[in-house]
């Protein structure tokens, strides 16, 4: 991040340096006689101290920090005397008898005209450092809640299909194979191939698919979830572990609040323009369910999707007579 920094900063550095060569040039060389007008360089270093000291000390420190009457009042003072400068010391050497006899407004066209080009320069400049470092935020903090959200899945499922494990397995069940290899698969995908910013649909919902069984297993005879869902295109994809957080929390909410006739309804349907997923679940209103809509799992869903699809997505959540529902719908 360091060497990122002072690279960017030459960069930054060079660019302002080329455009005052590039006045320089234009300003100080005539082309009819083919020379150098060392005068009017002399004009060019009178704005450009002025620029440098507006851009790079009064930007940052009054105008960054929301501190306008200081930055308006001393970019006015350096702009006074920059023109001071000018009219009364510069033009009485180089044209004592033309220039600085004739005063004229208009002459303060051209080094206002430079001094706002140098200061447009830098404060486009910084605009765009500062987007480039709110995307990399964006990115860093989209991965940060994507690790978190693993860690929140993993622990807690882990532990109950575990114990599933160790029951059947004293059994002999054939369930035992099926939770093996389906847990395997589920957390395989969760450790190596949902670690970019969107990953293949089929990829999800073929995760989903191994949670909701499992869950199923889970559930043994007090309820079932069902999963439904729609053909997409092989090159369709979509943010990474955003629909097994609602399952998660449909199930949890669930299963936590009743020990029979459990219900949960999950489908992914192939609409116009979007991805429609939907997630249904019953619940008891005697078991305190106010985390509903503000576990800290949805929460953090709903900040990855807005860093990952900005507001070009729908999310609704409603509940009514003991249904919880939860509707999304991402752009294709």
Request: proline share 2%; glycine share 2%.
């Amino acid at each position: 991040m360091k060497n990122m920094s002072v690279n960017n900063k030459i960069k930054e550095y060079s660019l302002f340096g080329l455009i005052v060569f590039l006045l320089f040039i234009l300003r100080a060389y005539n082309e009819n006689e083919e020379v150098f007008r060392w005068d009017e360089s002399v004009f060019l270093l009178n704005n450009v101290w002025a620029a440098i000291l507006i851009s790079y000390v009064f930007l940052p420190v009054f105008f960054y920090k929301k501190k306008f009457r200081q930055f308006s009042v001393y970019s006015l003072i350096v702009l006074i005397v920059s023109f001071l400068l000018e009219e009364f010391f510069i033009e009485q050497i180089f044209y004592p008898e033309t220039r600085a006899i004739d005063f004229n407004l208009i002459s303060i066209v051209k080094p206002m005209t430079n001094i706002l080009l140098f200061v447009g320069y830098k404060f486009a400049w910084d605009a765009l450092q500062k987007e480039k470092k709110i995307a990399t935020l964006n990115v860093l903090l989209a991965e940060s809640q994507l690790q978190h959200l693993k860690s929140q899945i993993n622990p807690h499922f882990l532990f109950n299909n575990l114990n599933n494990l160790y029951s059947y397995s004293l059994e002999s069940s054939d369930k035992t194979s099926e939770i093996i290899l389906k847990l395997s698969s589920l957390l395989r995908y969760m450790l190596y191939e949902c670690n970019d910013n969107m990953v293949a649909l089929r990829g999800e919902i073929e995760t989903l698919e191994n949670y909701i069984e499992l869950c199923n297993i889970q559930l043994e005879e007090r309820g079932l979830i069902t999963f439904n869902y729609d053909e997409f295109a092989a090159n369709t994809s979509i943010a990474p572990l955003i629909y097994i957080v609602f399952v998660e929390n449909a199930f949890k909410h669930a299963s936590s609040s009743q020990t029979k006739n459990i219900k949960i309804s999950v489908s992914i349907s192939n609409e116009e323009e979007f991805i429609a997923f939907y997630c249904t679940n019953n619940f008891q209103n005697i078991s305190n369910n106010s985390g509903l809509e503000h576990g800290i799992g949805l929460k953090n869903v709903e900040e990855r999707l807005k860093i990952c699809y900005g507001n070009n997505y729908k999310l609704q959540t409603n509940i009514k007579d003991g249904i919880f529902s939860v509707s999304l719908k991402l752009p294709k």
